[in-house]
Every structure is written in structure tokens, then in C-alpha cells.
């Protein structure tokens, strides 16, 4: 999980969303059967569009890249069955894989809320070691997260192992090059594999970290 930020909203897609947001709860606060087709009127292909893009089409929790495994959800950070009028609030909307969205469910607790990536720094709450993504000791919230969304279950960890064997690969080269014309094109792509729309960016920032510490060339 990395850091990720709100984009404005095109002002077409905002206004519809408003619309149909008025048109819910007109009919939740008089108390009136509300039909699938009001109460699932978010769903639109250009804001899940939008989210797509500020996400870079990963899963905002995971960080896999959506297209590889599903189509992928306009996920709710706070259950709308808990905060029915959040339902249509765009801050409170990110891109997840259908299998996180599925695991995260319903879990609501004020006194220890999932990570969010919008409004947490996911660093001061989960460290990289390797392929897996664990809670920092000192973080309940990273805990709970890490479990709640299995963070480390065994595909993930299968993709993220094999994403570091490309970059070490990459590493490697780097560290034993002595052209300095390969050094600066190996040196930029890995730059290039640590940008925040590359997959698992978390993991393969904290091994490049690591090995940068040890090694004066690269």
C-alpha cells in the first residue's frame, strides 16, 4: 500500500453524481423503498474511470494491478451499509481488486479504522520484508489491516517475489556495470520500476532502500 491522493473530479461526472445522489436520499429521508437501480446509481463507468487513474489502475489496498486479475470495484473506505450517506461521497471512494474488496467487507471500527490511503502515510504502519507486507509492531491499525485484507496471501506474495526477481536483476547489472553510459540507463530504470503507478511500488522502494545502503554503486 502506498500513499495516494484525491483528484479533482471532471465537473460533468460530479454533477451527475450529485444527482443521483439527491435523487437517494430524497427517497432514504422520507423513508421510502429505495430501488437497486438509485441506491447502485454510483456505479458509472467514468468515475470508476476516474479512480482508476488516481489509483494507476492498481488495487488502492494491495497495490496489484486490477486489469491482471478482475475488473476491479469502486470501493467505499467507510461501509456505505454503515454510513448510508457516504454512499455517494467521492472522498470516501477508491479502486480495489474484487478480492480485497470482498475481504474488507463490511469491518467498521472508529476506535481502529483500516489503513487509508488517502488520509494515512502507509509507511508508519506497515514494513516490507521481502515479498511480504507486514505491520509495523508498534501499529494496531497496520495489524488489523494486514489481516483483515490478508495482505500476504499466497498469489500475492508468488507476484511480488517474482516483481523483485526483475528488479534485482536489474540491480545486479547495475552494481557490476563500469560503463557509465549502461550505469545511467540501468540507474533510470530502476528509478523508472520505483514510481508510484509501477506494481507493488511499497515492496520495490524498500528493497532498492536496502541495497543502496550497501552498496556505494548504486
Known amino acids: 500500500m502506498i500513499r495516494l491522493r484525491k483528484r479533482a473530479l471532471a465537473p460533468n461526472i460530479a454533477r451527475r453524481l450529485e444527482e443521483r445522489a439527491a435523487r437517494y436520499f430524497h427517497l432514504l429521508d422520507a423513508g421510502e423503498p429505495i430501488p437497486d437501480s438509485v ?4 456505479r458509472d463507468a467514468e468515475l470508476k474511470a476516474a479512480l482508476r487513474a488516481e ?3 492498481k488495487c488502492a489496498y494491495c497495490e496489484s494491478k486490477v486489469p491482471h486479475v478482475d475488473y476491479g470495484d469502486i470501493e467505499h473506505i467507510r461501509p456505505k451499509s454503515v454510513e448510508p450517506r457516504l454512499r455517494f461521497a467521492y472522498d470516501n471512494m477508491t479502486y480495489a481488486c474484487g478480492v480485497c474488496n470482498t475481504k474488507k467487507g463490511e469491518y467498521h471500527d472508529p476506535a481502529l479504522p483500516l489503513v487509508n490511503p488517502y488520509d494515512d ?6 514494513i516490507a520484508a521481502g515479498p511480504m507486507v507486514m505491520r509495523s509492531p508498534d501499529s494496531d491499525r497496520g495489524l488489523v489491516t494486514e ?24 540491480v545486479d547489472r547495475l552494481a557490476r556495470t563500469r560503463s557509465q553510459t549502461i550505469r545511467d540507463v540501468l540507474l533510470a530504470q ?3 520500476e520505483c514510481r508510484d503507478e509501477r506494481e507493488y511500488a511499497f515492496i520495490v522502494r524498500a528493497y532498492v532502500n536496502s541495497v543502496s545502503t550497501r552498496s556505494a554503486n548504486i
Open 55 to 57: 489509483t494507476s489502475d
Open 190 to 192: 530502476v528509478q523508472e
Open 147 to 170: 489481516r483483515r485484507l490478508d495482505l500476504n496471501r499466497s498469489n500475492l506474495i508468488e507476484r511480488r517475489q517474482e516483481r523483485l526477481e526483475s528488479i534485482a536483476t536489474l
Open 121 to 126: 502515510d502507509p509507511q508508519e504502519h506497515f
Open 39 to 42: 441506491a447502485s446509481s454510483y
